[in-house]
């Protein structure tokens, strides 16, 4: 069975631009979760959605979005870019409300 | 979320046991213990998980405390592959909590031959 797949898996943007990247979650899974990894802070909380709704956001600006369609399917935005939101956004899914979370390899982004 | 503490860093040898601890001294009575790895640039990747009675599946082994207060995760032998860096995690497995994992900075495990 497939994995979480995130999407682009790298890429580079400037200053003031926006972003938007893409998670399947493993088929089966409703909740869909995002992370921000940074050698500074570590891994970071963003937001969880279920059943299309958002159930858990963590402590960061709102500028960093997200939304879930009806099949699952997950996608984040962050607008008007800083050089600080240079990481590596990591998307998680889980099948039921409680035990593991799986994690996909991530989606390294670049801010210049 | 109760805290966890873990030490920064450790060595072990190849085929030895890596016995890793973290401590979660205010862990309140429905709050379960996660263990989670990172591998250099990968996602984190989940290894078990327990309330309070000792697990063990295909990956490692969990030794929970009787207090609770403390729990180390047992890899039996540990190979190059098991280098990485090792997330202890107190949750609650409420229906408002299952995608929020608060991770501190973990213990990162060097495993040398």
């Known amino acids: 069975k497939a994995g979480v797949t995130q999407t682009p898996r790298y890429l580079i943007k400037t200053r003031g631009q926006q972003v938007t990247l893409s998670c399947s979650p493993i088929s089966g899974h409703r909740s869909v979760s995002w992370y921000q990894q940074t050698p500074g802070q570590g891994l970071q909380f963003l937001f969880e959605y279920f059943s299309e709704t958002q159930r858990n956001k963590g402590n960061f600006p709102g500028r960093f979005s997200g939304r879930q369609f009806s099949n699952s399917r997950s996608e984040m935005n962050v607008s008007t870019l800083e050089l600080g939101d240079s990481a590596l956004y990591l998307c998680?899914?889980?099948?039921?409300?409680?035990?593991?979370?799986?994690f996909g390899e991530g989606s390294r982004l670049t801010v210049l | 979320d109760a805290k966890t503490t873990q030490p920064p860093s450790m060595d072990c040898a190849e085929g030895r046991a890596a016995n890793l601890p973290c401590n979660h001294s205010?862990?309140?009575?429905?709050?379960?213990v996660y263990w989670y790895r990172q591998i250099h640039s990968q996602g984190p990747q989940y290894i078990i998980h327990g309330l309070k009675n000792n697990e063990t599946n295909e990956m490692a082994s969990l030794i929970i405390t009787e207090d609770r207060k403390s729990s180390t995760l047992i890899l039996p032998h540990a190979t190059l592959r098991d280098t990485a860096v090792y997330y202890c995690i107190v949750r609650s497995d409420g229906s408002s909590n299952t995608g929020k994992l608060i991770f501190g900075q973990g213990t990162t495990l060097q495993v040398k031959p």
């Open positions: 998680a899914s889980s099948f039921r409300e409680a035990g593991e979370l799986f």
């Open positions: 205010t862990i309140s009575g429905n709050e379960y």
